[in-house]
């Protein structure tokens, strides 16, 4: 099979959107599909947009999203029709909406992504707040490109039912695949009982990964490793991809350790090890449409204790790799969790493994591909 690859980025960039764009070309490859890159594409008008941009905030305190211009996306589409007409393929796929809206083509179009616009609206930080203009555009180039593609596929059952709840599209043509870890992995079951055997027993080491620290909710993970201290645990708090934003100098007991460039050894080594070395990732989000993060983490055995909000239910199930709470929920309700698996050692070693197994079963990129593939085939 072969497929055009379009993405209005460059998609060889394993730090872009989290290297999911990366992955998800490589998962596709390694299933013996040959794929034509068709990417980066150039944003038309940038300036002008940029412009509009700007005044709808400072005029109308409104924000203005310049990816959901017609104007821009019919310029991706053209861009990708002429890179199209001097190759032979059988899918076009993108990991995206926006740059296959517009686009008109006899072969059929697929997408694989983790949201609907519809659905980010109001979950999102970047998606409040926005003009009538960007919100009645978006939504229109979320439907027409729903209803131009041959298959639509989400990484969660929250996506694809945004999809289906919002854009009125038939069911058969969505499909649920979860993403996987976007970290490689050649680990087997006997590599991650020495991984859990040799995490200390005299400290419980938390992982909180991400760039945003509101949206994923870092104070309540500072707040848990404080919580846990108190109760005489003694907890260390791990942090990579941004800098706390708090009123407070940081306790001593929490590390934090930047960006860490995937695209780099000495980066990738280090978030391996850290991986390799905690007992939890605690990503408490108030608003998350998958959560790759929580793939990598059970890659290392280590169980993600998160919030139910968004796609992340699809990428955590209670009892097997983790626990999801509400939004609501306490600290108390976050470290009596921890506090009964620490004090019954046992039972975290059983979550470990089975994290991991949840990884090899369904939170991997070789099943992903392989499914994908499949739906594909089976629509051409």
Known sequence: MKIAYVTTYESNNINNFSGTGYY????????????????????????????KQYLYLKIFNKKFIRDREPFVLKSYAKQVASKLSSHEIDYIFSPGTIPISYLEHEKPIAFWTD????????????????????????NAMEKMSLERCRVAIYCSEWAAQTAINNYKINPEKIHVVPFGANLECNRNVDDIKDIVSSRPANV????????????K???????????????GIKTELHIVGCKPIVNESL???????????????????KLNRLFAE??????????????????????????????????????????FNGKTFSKD???EEYCTYIFNLWSNYSEYKKLALSSFNEYQSRLNWTIAGKNVKKILEDTI
């Open 251 to 269: 306790p001593k007991y929490v590390e934090l350790h930047g960006f860490l460039d995937k695209a780099l050894k000495e980066g990738i080594n």
């Open 204 to 215: 419980c080491k938390l992982l909180f990964v991400g760039k945003d620290w509101f949206r």
């Open 24 to 51: 998800i070309a490589r998962a596709l490859e390694r299933q013996s599909i040959n794929i034509k890159y068709i990417c980066p594409l150039k944003e038309a008008n940038s300036l002008f947009f940029k412009s």
């Open 217 to 231: 909710n870092g104070n309540l993970a500072l707040d848990v490793a404080k919580c846990l201290n108190k109760s």
């Open 115 to 138: 949201a609907t616009f519809a659905g980010m609206i109001n979950f999102y930080p970047s998606f409040t707040n926005l003009c009538k203009e960007t919100i009645y555009k978006g």
């Open 278 to 319: 905690s007992h939890f990732l605690i990503l408490p989000s108030v608003s998350e449409s998958y959560g790759s993060v929580i793939c990598e983490a059970s890659s290392y055995g280590v169980p993600s204790i998160t919030t139910n909000v968004g796609g992340i239910t699809t990428a955590v199930k209670d009892g």
């Open 329 to 331: 929920a306490s600290i």
